[in-house]
Each structure stands twice: as structure tokens, then as C-alpha cells.
């Protein structure tokens, strides 16, 4: 039976699957580049995991918990009954 495992190269962490882990290419060049002057050259391929991923900020934006209720903001409507209803009460006084 033949295993694979997958190691992440940043932390050392180690895992069955490939899910979660991502593989980074960092390059650099050497500008301007134009015809047949200059360099663009790649630095060796590396397979990171989650934690790694998001502790560099790698992943982009965070996610908002989907669990979260979204409350909608007041309508304009809303807004001036809710004006209407304080001004009556501050002139009736109740």
C-alpha cells in the first residue's frame, strides 16, 4: 500500500489529503522589461496549509460568520415615523 502524506514547508504540519493545503510560487523581476533586457525568475514551489495561509494574510478578506443575523438597516420611512412619534411625545409629554 503506497501513503501519501502532504507536509506543509513553512510549519512542518502533516495530513493525509491535500484539501487545505495550497501551493505558493514566489517570483520576482528585474524591471523595466523590455525586449530582450531584463529577467523574471520564480523561487521554488511550496505546499502551505490553512493556519500558514492565514497567519502570512495569503487567503485575502476575512470571513463574516454566515450564522450571524443581518439586520437590515431603518427605511426612510421608518426613520421619520420613528422622528414623528418622539416629537409627539416630547409635546404631549407622555
Not at 5 to 23: I, V
Not at 29 to 57: F, H, I, N, Q
Not at 67 to 93: H, M, S, Y
Request: hydrophobic residues 30%; aromatic residues 8%.
Amino acid at each position: 500500500m503506497i501513503t501519501t502524506t502532504y507536509k506543509c514547508d513553512r510549519c512542518g504540519h502533516e495530513q493525509a489529503d491535500n484539501t487545505q493545503m495550497w501551493n505558493v510560487w514566489i517570483g520576482y523581476a528585474c524591471l523595466p522589461y523590455t525586449r530582450g533586457y531584463g529577467t523574471t525568475t520564480g523561487v521554488r514551489d511550496s505546499l502551505w496549509c490553512r493556519p500558514c495561509m492565514e497567519t502570512m494574510k495569503v487567503l485575502g478578506a476575512e470571513r463574516e460568520d454566515p450564522k450571524a443575523p443581518v439586520v437590515p438597516p431603518p427605511t426612510l420611512e421608518e426613520t421619520i415615523r420613528e422622528i414623528i412619534r418622539e416629537e409627539v411625545q416630547a409635546a404631549t409629554g407622555a
